[in-house]
């Protein structure tokens, strides 16, 4: 973790091998364009320890691959008690993992907690759906859903590094 940055944000879905690797990668390029990188830490991680070291699901590298986002670093791991005093904001993917992180996360740090598309502008859903059981299209509609959440998450950031300065 980038100890330097002034806001550190933690993506979440179930595995840490689909939705929350595809954010990370999203928001890592998107902050890197604004020239963010530096003041504004990303990482993702899973509420289970199914796939804890793996790389991201292969269909999910090329989705992201082929709109110029790098998902190859990356390597599954499980959200750990810690992340919820070194996260600034923890965002999960849908409401069960939303729920999942609720459980386990001390009471005065629930407030970090939120949805992802929350911050989504251009569709009206509230969770990224899960793309693991099928095609390409849904790691497409991933992609959507994530590209538009990261954009309206990013305005934000920008006021919220204003407001520090």
């Given at each position: 973790?980038?100890?330097?940055?002034?806001?550190?944000?933690?993506l979440?879905?179930?595995g840490?091998i689909?939705?929350?690797p595809?954010?990370?990668?999203v928001?890592?390029?998107?902050?890197?364009?604004a020239?963010?990188?530096?003041?504004i830490?990303?990482?993702?991680?899973?509420t289970?320890?199914?796939?804890?070291?793996?790389?991201?699901?292969?269909?999910?590298?090329?989705?992201?691959?082929?709109?110029?986002?790098?998902?190859?670093?990356?390597?599954?791991?499980?959200?750990?008690?810690?992340?919820?005093?070194?996260?600034?904001?923890?965002?999960?993917?849908?409401?069960?993992?939303?729920?999942?992180?609720?459980?386990?996360?001390?009471?005065?740090?629930?407030?970090?907690?939120?949805l992802?598309?929350?911050?989504?502008?251009?569709?009206?859903?509230?969770?990224v759906?899960?793309?693991?059981?099928?095609?390409?299209?849904?790691?497409?509609?991933?992609?959507?859903?994530?590209?538009?959440?990261?954009?309206?998450?990013?305005?934000?950031?920008?006021?919220?590094?204003t407001q520090?300065?």
């Open positions: 973790m980038d100890q330097d940055a002034e806001v550190k944000i933690l979440c879905c179930m840490n689909c939705r929350s595809t954010a990370e990668g928001m890592r390029a998107r902050l890197e364009s020239g963010l990188a530096q003041r830490w990303v990482e993702s991680a899973g289970h320890a199914y796939h804890v070291g793996s790389r991201p699901d292969p269909r999910a590298l090329d989705a992201a691959a082929a709109r110029g986002i790098d998902l190859a670093s990356i390597r599954a791991r499980k959200v750990t008690t810690d992340d919820f005093e070194r996260f600034d904001r923890i965002y999960a993917m849908d409401r069960d993992n939303l729920r999942n992180l609720e459980k386990v996360c001390p009471p005065a740090m629930r407030h970090k907690i939120a992802f598309l929350s911050h989504g502008r251009r569709f009206g859903e509230q969770e759906p899960d793309p693991y059981y099928g095609g390409p299209a849904g790691f497409e509609r991933v992609l959507d859903l994530i590209e538009d959440a990261a954009d309206g998450l990013l305005q934000e950031l920008r006021q919220v590094l520090l300065r």
